[in-house]
């Protein structure tokens, strides 16, 4: 570490030079007011760079007619506003997205010997998140306006859309006027929205699914069903939807997966979650039988687990819409539940699904509400804001989509 720490400096004494600029040949450079800036003279700002500091000094001019300053040499260093040179960034971004911010500065001090804040690794991450999460919403936007392009390739066998909903938690000023779940208490958490995509090419001798190793791609954002809508169809284009020869779309009963399969994905097969259905069936158990355990699993195993399992789901509604009780109140749950298994009975039919090797729950997307939001996002302690909470989501999906070299390297393009 030594020898490293003696090599970084003499590195960064080396860099120095290199960014010690000319006196410019051209001496006036046009401003945004239309008039031209004058060539005043080199001044220097000290960057932290992976050798440690280095102090660039750099061509200054002015603009005489609106007093504003300019460094072009800045923009071409990719050094605007900031004293992180760009691999600096990068790394901040990458501990960032990873674990918590003051984690994240330790790391940087222990591996790359960079001394930076926790503040600024926050700062340097949002900042980085929230331009990739612009040019996604560039893309959106685009998508919208024009036909995209086709997207040239092999045929995809089976290609699934799963959406979820997760609360993330967020500061005060994020949730007010807005009720919380229980009555009388203020919301603290807003619904983040996770959609992944991923691909099904085999399954197992006993007829199960196999998820394709390393197709799935996440994205996500605290925002409305309509943009969310939006942000999973450009996804699911870009991982090849108009060829696909088979199209599913998994998520739990919530209405607002529905409506949003129907307006972006009308071509798919539409699948509820086995597993939340069986927890339907459970709720209800404990609604009718509050006290017997034995009565619960009893009533579940005389039918309506097989019911549901053999995707009989008109006799399982016929059945419970003929339990009749005194209770009003319970009547009208039972009424509830009976609704939920018609309403999505199309979606339920698992024999059938399981026939074509279809997966039947949404197991990955359950698992991607953990790991790529609650993970990072909703460790004890930390409060989001809003901007604040998507733009590590953006960060972070653009990393597990394997997408966050690609951005750093049209950076150094542009
Ligand atoms: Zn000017």
Not at 125 to 136: H, L, P, T, V
Not at 382 to 401: D, P
């Amino acid at each position: 570490m030594l020898v490293r720490s003696a090599l970084h400096q003499a590195g960064a004494c080396a860099l120095t030079e290199l960014l010690r600029f000319p006196a410019p040949e051209q001496r006036t450079i046009p401003c945004g007011c239309g008039h031209q800036a004058r060539y005043r003279e080199l001044r220097s700002k000290t960057i932290l760079t992976v050798l440690g500091e280095v102090v660039a000094a750099r061509p200054y001019y002015l603009c005489p007619h609106c007093q504003q300053g300019q460094f072009p040499a800045d923009a071409q260093l990719d050094m605007v506003d900031t004293s992180f040179s760009p691999d600096v960034r990068r790394m901040q971004a990458l501990v960032g997205q990873q674990a918590p911010f003051d984690q994240g500065r330790e790391q940087l001090r222990l591996l790359a010997g960079l001394q930076v804040t926790a503040k600024s690794v926050e700062r340097v991450a949002e900042a980085i998140g929230a331009d990739i999460a612009r040019q996604e919403q560039h893309e959106m936007d685009r998508a919208v306006q024009l036909h995209l392009p086709i997207v040239i390739g092999e045929p995809v066998p089976i290609l699934y859309i799963q959406m979820d909903g997760t609360g993330v938690p967020v500061v005060k000023k994020e949730t007010v006027g807005r009720k919380g779940k229980i009555d009388g208490l203020p919301a603290h958490t807003r619904e983040a929205k996770l959609g992944c995509v991923f691909t099904q090419t085999k399954w197992e001798d006993a007829g199960f699914a196999i998820r394709d190793p390393d197709s799935t791609n996440y994205t996500g954002a605290i925002e409305n069903a309509e943009q969310f809508g939006k942000r999973l169809y450009l996804e699911a284009w870009n991982r090849g939807w108009s060829r696909a020869q088979k199209k599913v779309v998994l998520g739990d009963g919530a209405e607002w997966i529905w409506n949003l399969a129907q307006q972006h994905f009308p071509a798919a097969i539409q699948i509820v979650d086995l597993f939340h259905a069986r927890q339907h069936l459970w709720n209800l158990a404990r609604l009718l039988h509050p006290q017997h355990a034995k009565r619960r699993n009893a009533w579940i195993g005389l039918h309506q687990k097989r019911w549901l399992d053999k995707g009989k789901i008109a006799k399982l509604v016929a059945a419970l819409r003929s339990i009749h009780t005194a209770d009003a109140d319970l009547a009208k749950k039972i009424r509830n539940e009976a609704d939920y298994f018609a309403n999505n009975a199309t979606r339920m039919n698992y024999p059938q699904l399981r026939k074509q090797h279809l997966f039947v729950g949404s197991g990955v997307i359950e698992a991607g509400c953990k790991s790529v939001i609650g993970q990072r996002l909703k460790q004890s302690g930390m409060f989001w804001t809003i901007n604040g909470a998507n733009s590590i989501l953006a960060l972070r999906c653009s990393h597990l989509n394997g997408r966050f070299e690609n951005y750093w390297e049209s950076r150094r393009v542009a």
